[in-house]
């Protein structure tokens, strides 16, 4: 991946498809003319919301595993700025050109409404196909113990690609704290406030909490003394993944 954004401002919104909307036309013919310029915007923010969606699931179906950065800063960064931007655009042409024709006014909730859907559903797609890729690529990108295996009861050891991969994922602070998490891993058994579950139906990838709203990837490996768990990746995770 390159370092530009997948989601510049105007990806999914611009606010150049209102231009033709105007306070100077005839306020006869102000409602009749504006009709179908916020129609055509709404219908160019769903085709762009369209777009971006199945660019979003090229990413994974071409195991892109590049993008899992930008689509981090997709999902918490540029969507979410490019929705307040787009929202600011409507209100100030709503300022300039509704409030002098006031019977404008009601073309502009749904408008407002199909903005916000859709670059929501795109920080989704985003935070669903990161996790996917983030899974691909503990499987296709495995890494080695980085240290002796730790662990009293459970055991467990991070592998050599975690720490630059949870750079990526975390601030310094929130790594610090998934750090202390994790050596609760190592207890017999899990204790239960780290929901250890499966991550998907592959059997060798499972998942607990690492504070906030984070949490690892495990890799199910073994050795002569039988499973462990390889703490492959960390990243702000999203409930509403395919998995579950």
């Known amino acids: 991946m390159s370092g530009l954004p997948l989601f510049p401002d105007d990806a999914l919104f611009d606010a150049g498809w209102l231009s033709a909307l105007s306070d100077e036309v005839p306020r006869a013919e102000a409602l009749d003319r504006a009709r179908p310029v916020v129609a055509d915007a709404i ?3 769903d085709a762009a919301g369209a777009a971006a969606l199945a660019r979003i699931d090229a990413l994974v179906t071409g195991a892109a595993l590049d993008a899992i950065p930008g689509l981090l800063a997709a999902e918490t960064l540029e969507l979410p700025e490019a929705a307040a931007t787009a929202e600011r ?6 300022s300039r050109v509704a409030y002098k024709r006031r019977e404008l006014m009601p073309l502009f909730p749904d408008l407002i409404e199909r903005v916000a859907v859709i670059h929501a559903a795109a920080v989704e797609a985003c935070g669903t196909a990161r996790w996917r890729l983030m899974a691909a690529r503990a499987r ?3 890494g080695r113990p980085s240290s002796p295996i730790q662990g009293s009861g459970t055991r467990y050891v991070k592998s050599d690609r975690f720490d630059i991969r949870a750079a990526e994922s975390l601030p310094a602070i929130d790594r610090t704290r998934a750090d202390r998490i994790l050596k ?3 207890e017999a058994p899990v204790p239960d406030e780290l929901e ?8 060798d990838l499972w998942t607990i909490k690492a504070g906030g709203i984070s949490r690892f990837i495990l890799r199910v490996v073994r050795d002569r003394r039988g499973p462990f768990y390889m703490v492959e990746d960390v990243g702000p995770w999203r409930e509403m993944l395919i998995y579950y």
């Open 43 to 45: 219908a160019r923010t």
């Open 89 to 94: 655009s409507i209100h100030d042409l709503m």
């Open 140 to 142: 296709l990108q495995p």
């Open 184 to 186: 609760r891993l190592g």
């Open 196 to 203: 250890l579950r499966p991550l998907d139906d592959g059997g």
